[in-house]
Structures are given as C-alpha cells and as structure tokens.
C-alpha cells in the first residue's frame, strides 16, 4: 500500500500510509483507537474508495473487494483474533499462523496486547494519528518502544493538531441498565452493539443519541466532551437518532438523507435492514458513522464492519468484522 490517504468530511483520517507486506511475513499493526488501523484495512478490502494511493500486488496495481479475493492471493487479515479466545485455543491459532508462514502467505495482524505482537511479528508499523509512526523489525523493539511511538513523544497525544479521530467515543457510561460501557465510533464505521437482551444495547444508542440522559460516564465527539440532554441537542452536534419502530422504510430514508456525520438506528427490523444495506454501506463510504442494533445475528455480521458486545450492562469488547 503506497501513499494511501482518506479524509471524511475534511478530516485527514489516513495520510500518505505506506505498508510493505512480503510473503512469508507476519506484518502487525498497531495504534491507539482512532489511529487509523480500520480506516486503512477496509481501503484495503475496497470497503473505503481511498482519496490518494495505490494498492499494488505482486508488482500489479489493484483494488480488492472481499476478503476472499486478498486470501486467493495469499494474504490473510487478523484483526483482534485473540480477543475473545481461551489460552487453549490462542495456541491453535498461533500455529495455523506458522503454518500460512511456511507456505508463504503473508499475514497482517492487528492487536492491541503488545506482548502478543512481540511473539507472532515479524515486521511492526505504527499507525499515529491517520500516519505512519514507525516501521520496524519486531526483533529490534520492546514493548515500551511501541507504547512510546503509539502515543508520541510527549507520551500522550499531542494537544496541537487532531487529538481524537473517532467520531463518537464513549467512556464508562452508566444508565439504568448500563454499568459501565465504553465504544470507540470512527468516521467510515458501521458499529453493531449486540447481546443477550437486557444487556443495555437500546439504551446505549438512546444515550449517545441524547434519547435518554447519562446518569455517569462521559460522551466525546470530534475529541470534546459532550452533554446532550435531548435528541435536539444531539442534533446540533451532527448526531442524529432515530427510533424506527412503527415506521415504514421511506420514513426511515428520509429521515437519514436529512443529515449529520453521527446516524443511530434504534428499533429498525431485519428486513429493514436487508433492503437498505447498500444504503448504509453508502453512508459509510461518504464518512457517515453508524450505530445500530437488531437481534438478528445474521445482520449484524452482514451489515456491521464493527461489533460492540455488551454484557449485564458492561462493554465485554469489539469485533472487527472490515
């Protein structure tokens, strides 16, 4: 991937990402939430049109559209494969990477526990704000080396310039049902919130849209805090919720061609879902930020780039689905 940038709305969320990928080689990505890591794999999957940059393969340029296109070629994406794997099955996981290895697939790995990056890599870049921190061989670097180049030389994110690139950001959010969740939205994304009912999905999506108010926790948008006290409020901010039930699908239309970089999709059915995808693949491509939830399973895989999973009311972590 050379020279590859993407703004959304005027934001630079990728900026001129190099990223060398050779067979053979486990080449992992790391980056705090919002650095650019989801950005640059769904460029990569032809999920996101890239605005500068060119994707060249095997000396050919090119531009995928699955990931079963990238796996006929050889290269294998994991992103966050271990987050929810016992230590029983990490193992297995990690010896089905050797053997891609010993057949000279190339893999690209993005996680966020640094001591598993140091085992499995051979190759680390860091991704820093929308660009690319570092590139290294694995064997050259510590994990304070990585900590130090995610976060920057003064060891935090810098106060000058873009300080936060996600959309909508969560941080211990507490309602009635909600004990403590945290999300991270980016511009782009499709994020599915999913759980057994009861968990606290709906209210979740009431309060990042201001349908319901925080009792404690706190909201960000573009990087600052935020207080809604109404949907109105939430509106002013560019984020628009919207409770689907009872309406019909051309209310549910309008209403999203109405505006806003944050969209929250409360109470749409399945089918609501299935005949709008594209629809909503759309939004993202124009830098739209989506949150939904359904209790179909299926349409969260089929429509969701990303899933946030709750339990009894706290986030139990996120599935990059790309």
């Not at 999203?256 to 491509?285: H, M, N, P, Q, W």
């Amino acid at each position: 991937m050379s020279g590859i940038g993407k703004s959304f709305s005027g934001a630079a969320a990728l900026s001129g990402i190099n990223i060398e990928l050779k067979a053979g080689e486990v080449h992992a990505i790391v980056g705090s939430n919002g650095a650019g890591k989801t950005t640059l794999m769904r460029v990569l999957l032809g999920k996101v049109k890239p605005d500068t940059g060119t994707i060249l393969c095997r000396g050919e340029k090119r531009t995928f559209h699955s990931l079963q296109e990238l796996r006929e070629e050889g290269i294998y994406i994991y992103d966050e494969p271990t987050a929810f794997l016992p230590e029983e099955k990490a193992r297995l996981l990690f010896q089905m990477i050797r053997r891609l290895k010993n057949a000279s697939c190339g893999i690209l790995y993005i996680s966020h526990r640094l001591d598993e990056v140091l085992s499995v890599a051979d190759t680390i870049t860091v991704l820093r704000d929308g660009r690319v921190a570092a590139t290294y061989p694995a064997s050259q670097c510590t994990r304070d080396r990585l900590i130090r180049d995610m976060a920057g030389e003064s060891g935090r994110r810098r106060l000058s310039g873009r300080t936060d690139l996600s959309a909508l950001r969560a941080e211990k959010l507490c309602g009635n049902v909600l004990k403590s969740a945290d999300f991270v939205l980016e511009r782009g994304e499709i994020l599915g919130v999913a759980g057994v009912p009861g968990s606290g999905q709906q209210e979740l999506l009431q309060i990042a849209g201001g349908a319901a108010l925080l009792q404690s926790g706190q909201l960000y948008r573009n990087g600052r805090k935020a207080l809604y006290q109404s949907t109105k409020d939430a509106e002013e901010h560019g984020v628009r919720y919207l409770n689907a039930e009872g309406k019909s699908q051309e209310e549910i239309l309008r209403w999203l061609s109405l505006g806003g970089s944050v969209l929250i999709l409360d109470g749409a059915d399945s089918e609501f879902y299935r005949k709008t995808s594209r629809c909503l693949e759309r939004l993202a491509e124009e830098g739209k930020a989506l949150m939904l939830t359904t209790d179909d399973s299926d349409v969260l895989f089929s429509v969701c780039s990303s899933l946030l999973l709750l339990t009894d009311g706290e986030t139990a972590g996120t599935i990059r689905l790309l």
